[in-house]
């Protein structure tokens, strides 16, 4: 049973340009977290989100950022017109169902140049 | 708004030495999490408590829950370098799912 995949592991992105962060929950993991963290820094809660279902985004800055988990294929969170303070990495966790613990994926660490 | 604080943030101990760090929540939960990380790498899940009074050890670890006074710890017994990593707990809110983790405590084991 593989474990929380993220893709890309790194990432580089102009400022201005578009970052698109993929998540692939564990097997049977409907629940998916999407948090940031900065260097020497804690994790900060993004979004939580269920199959086609954006569950709580209150972490989510208002513009630019956006997050999905459709039927099919991997949970993305997308970052529109990156800028430099958009670097850091990103993490993505899985729970199957509540009350239960959450599988974090290696992360995907963005850099905007 | 929801507060979850570690102490110490940073700890340096020697190699055979007990120690214990501390998680304080501001918000009603009896679900509480801790996690491991390594400089560059994901988070790994340690230990899971669901009650008050929970008490979990896992060799050198143990931890330990305490609802009704917001607390949990987790205690390192006769440490070894390779406890060396960063701790976080985590906190579920009873009134929601997302998990809200702590500042964390870097650990470092001096041989």
């Known amino acids: 049973n593989a474990g929380v995949m993220q893709n890309p592991r790194h990432l580089v992105r102009r400022r201005g340009q578009e970052a698109r962060l993929r998540c692939s929950p564990m097997k049977g993991h409907s629940h998916v977290y999407w948090y940031r963290q900065l260097p020497e820094e804690g994790l900060k809660f993004m979004v939580y989100l269920q199959k086609e279902n954006i569950i709580d985004e209150s972490g989510m800055p208002k513009e630019r950022f956006s997050a999905e988990f459709p039927k099919e294929g991997p949970s993305i969170l997308r970052i529109q017109q990156v800028v430099r303070g958009d670097s850091a990495a990103y993490f993505c966790?899985?729970?199957?169902?509540?009350?239960?613990?959450?599988?974090f994926g290696q992360g995907t660490r963005l850099t905007v140049v | 708004e929801l507060k979850v604080e570690q102490n110490p943030l940073f700890l340096s101990m020697q190699e055979g030495k007990n120690y214990t760090i501390y998680c304080n929540y501001s918000t009603t939960s009896d679900r509480l999490y801790w996690y491991r990380q390594d400089p560059g790498k994901s988070l790994e899940s340690l230990f899971v408590l669901l009650s008050n009074g929970a008490v979990k050890q896992e060799g050198r670890l143990m931890a330990s829950l305490d609802t009704k006074a917001r607390l949990s710890t987790l205690h390192i017994t006769a440490a070894v370098h390779d406890l060396s990593a960063t701790y976080f707990c985590a906190v579920n809110p009873n009134t929601g799912n997302q998990f809200y983790f702590g500042t964390g405590t870097s650990l470092t084991v001096i041989p």
């Open positions: 966790a899985s729970q199957g169902q509540a009350n239960t613990e959450a599988f």
